[in-house]
């Protein structure tokens, strides 16, 4: 047995409290001398010696009560003993064919001994063959941590064995938390890192994000990838506000002097121009660009409209000091060069992550609240209940 809290065990020193009074009150009272009393009609009054019966079954009811109810905070989790000493795992694979060849041994010799082994998948499905894959889906951390908290009812002092291919889709959570002992086995798709995407602008630049996820202009670019835009960024401003014109602007203006970003702005539409981002704090309901991405403010009068696309954003409010943290913030920039960069497809989410970065994102989270202890702490609650229950009616019966 072990204990979640055990410092809440240091409580039961309070037992102490309810011997303490119950000696008090047993205490012989002191005799005082009275000249009157000779005027009383006496009466032989048998003196109570040693502690009544009552009393002492209150004590220890007492005593019961304290120690259970600092037993409960304490959390006890028991663990069965096993005649089985041998080290148990619990395997949660990728369904993939790179990690089921990579692995193949260990994951034939975990289901030959017995071993649990689960896809991680949305089921948590069970494997019986490693040739025969499930149907597969998007891996990142949310199906991660789902497939460990399907499996985490059946953990019973196992250590889980986590079988992954690296990369950054897995850090779409800030921590995976593990309910007990866990290992990692990751490998890298080399066939998967793509060379990175860039944006082409004149000169020879590149604007791309690099190894350490750092959004660069270079004139010479060592990743060989292709360009999701050429020339400079095609940007109209639709915003029939002032104030909110003039922060887009200056917030364009800091990206092209930070990141050198190429922008050509404009406040008036061009007939038959392709623009690559508009501004507007008027929804533009029709003839809209898939390839646009558009920007709309003050997005609290479009709550009869239905914009869902990829390439809609909606700010609750308008684009000015007064109304927008972003803008008062001075966080506008770097949110806008967020969203370029998503547009564009610059991410560079198949980037394999360090194992410091790995070993930062898994936590163990200890003790997990098993299925087969769960009786145990309703039983131990169930115990304090019925005792202080006959602790009361002793002491109000009794006149204790």
Same mark, same amino acid.
Request: contains cysteine; positive net charge; charged residues 20%.
């Given at each position: 047995? &072990?204990?979640?809290?055990?410092?809440?065990?240091?409580?039961?020193?309070?037992?102490?409290?309810?011997?303490?009074?119950?000696?008090?009150?047993? +205490?012989?009272?002191?005799?005082?001398?009275?000249?009157?009393?000779?005027?009383?009609?006496?009466?032989?009054?048998?003196?109570?010696?040693?502690?009544?019966?009552?009393?002492?079954?209150?004590?220890?009811?007492?005593?019961?009560?304290?120690?259970?109810?600092?037993?409960?905070? @304490?959390?006890?989790?028991?663990?069965?003993?096993?005649?089985?000493?041998?080290?148990?795992?619990?395997?949660?694979?990728?369904?993939?064919?790179?990690?089921?060849?990579?692995?193949?041994?260990?994951? $034939? $010799?975990?289901?030959?001994?017995?071993?649990?082994?689960?896809?991680?998948?949305?089921?948590?499905?069970?494997?019986?063959? #490693?040739?025969?894959?499930? @149907?597969?889906?998007?891996?990142?951390?949310?199906?991660?941590?789902?497939?460990?908290?399907?499996?985490?009812?059946?953990?019973?002092?196992?250590?889980? &064995?986590?079988?992954?291919?690296?990369?950054?889709?897995?850090?779409?959570?800030?921590?995976?938390?593990?309910?007990?002992?866990?290992?990692?086995?990751?490998?890298?798709?080399?066939?998967?890192?793509?060379?990175?995407?860039?944006?082409?602008?004149?000169?020879?630049?590149?604007?791309?994000?690099?190894? +350490?996820?750092?959004?660069?202009?270079?004139?010479?670019?060592?990743?060989?990838?292709?360009?999701?835009?050429?020339?400079?960024?095609?940007?109209?401003?639709?915003?029939?506000?002032?104030?909110?014109?003039?922060?887009?602007?200056?917030?364009?203006?800091?990206?092209? $002097?930070?990141?050198?970003?190429?922008?050509?702005?404009? $406040?008036?539409?061009?007939?038959?121009?392709?623009?690559?981002?508009?501004?507007?704090? +008027?929804?533009?309901?029709?003839?809209?660009?898939?390839?646009?991405?558009?920007?709309? @403010?003050?997005?609290?009068?479009?709550?009869?409209?239905?914009?869902?696309? &990829?390439?809609?954003?909606?700010?609750?409010?308008?684009?000015?000091?007064?109304? @927008? &943290?972003?803008?008062?913030?001075?966080?506008?920039?770097?949110?806008?060069?967020?969203?370029?960069?998503?547009?564009?497809?610059?991410?560079?989410?198949?980037?394999?992550?360090?194992?410091?970065?790995?070993?930062?994102?898994?936590?163990?989270?200890?003790?997990?609240?098993?299925?087969?202890?769960?009786?145990?702490?309703?039983?131990?609650?169930?115990?304090?209940? #019925?005792?202080?229950?006959?602790?009361?009616?002793?002491?109000?019966?009794?006149?204790?």
């Amino acid at each position: 047995m &072990e204990f979640i809290n055990p410092l809440m065990l240091w409580g039961a020193l309070a037992i102490s409290i309810p011997i303490i009074i119950h000696f008090w009150h047993q +205490k012989k009272g002191k005799i005082i001398e009275w000249a009157a009393t000779q005027w009383l009609v006496e009466k032989n009054l048998q003196q109570s010696r040693g502690i009544r019966l009552d009393n002492i079954l209150l004590l220890i009811l007492r005593c019961l009560l304290l120690f259970t109810l600092c037993f409960f905070l @304490s959390k006890p989790f028991l663990k069965w003993l096993n005649n089985d000493k041998t080290a148990k795992k619990i395997h949660l694979i990728q369904p993939n064919n790179l990690i089921t060849e990579n692995y193949k041994f260990e994951i $034939e $010799e975990a289901l030959k001994k017995g071993e649990k082994c689960y896809w991680i998948n949305s089921n948590a499905q069970q494997i019986e063959d #490693i040739k025969e894959l499930p @149907s597969q889906e998007i891996f990142d951390s949310n199906l991660l941590q789902k497939s460990i908290k399907k499996i985490s009812k059946s953990i019973d002092n196992e250590t889980v &064995e986590l079988y992954f291919i690296n990369n950054h889709q897995l850090n779409q959570l800030p921590n995976i938390f593990v309910p007990t002992a866990f290992r990692i086995h990751t490998i890298v798709d080399s066939n998967s890192i793509q060379n990175q995407d860039y944006i082409k602008f004149s000169g020879g630049k590149n604007l791309f994000v690099n190894a +350490k996820n750092e959004l660069v202009n270079q004139g010479i670019s060592n990743k060989n990838g292709k360009a999701k835009h050429e020339g400079v960024i095609n940007i109209l401003i639709q915003n029939n506000d002032a104030t909110e014109t003039q922060s887009i602007k200056a917030a364009l203006n800091a990206l092209q $002097e930070i990141y050198q970003f190429e922008f050509k702005i404009e $406040e008036q539409v061009a007939p038959n121009k392709l623009y690559d981002v508009v501004f507007s704090n +008027k929804i533009i309901s029709e003839n809209r660009n898939k390839t646009t991405l558009y920007i709309f @403010s003050d997005a609290a009068i479009f709550k009869s409209q239905d914009l869902r696309e &990829e390439n809609v954003i909606l700010l609750q409010n308008q684009l000015k000091p007064q109304t @927008s &943290e972003l803008v008062f913030n001075g966080n506008l920039p770097e949110f806008l060069g967020e969203q370029f960069i998503k547009h564009f497809g610059l991410q560079n989410s198949n980037k394999p992550m360090s194992k410091k970065q790995i070993d930062a994102l898994f936590k163990l989270q200890q003790y997990p609240m098993q299925a087969a202890n769960k009786w145990f702490s309703k039983g131990i609650l169930l115990i304090f209940i #019925i005792l202080l229950s006959i602790e009361r009616w002793l002491a109000i019966h009794k006149n204790a």
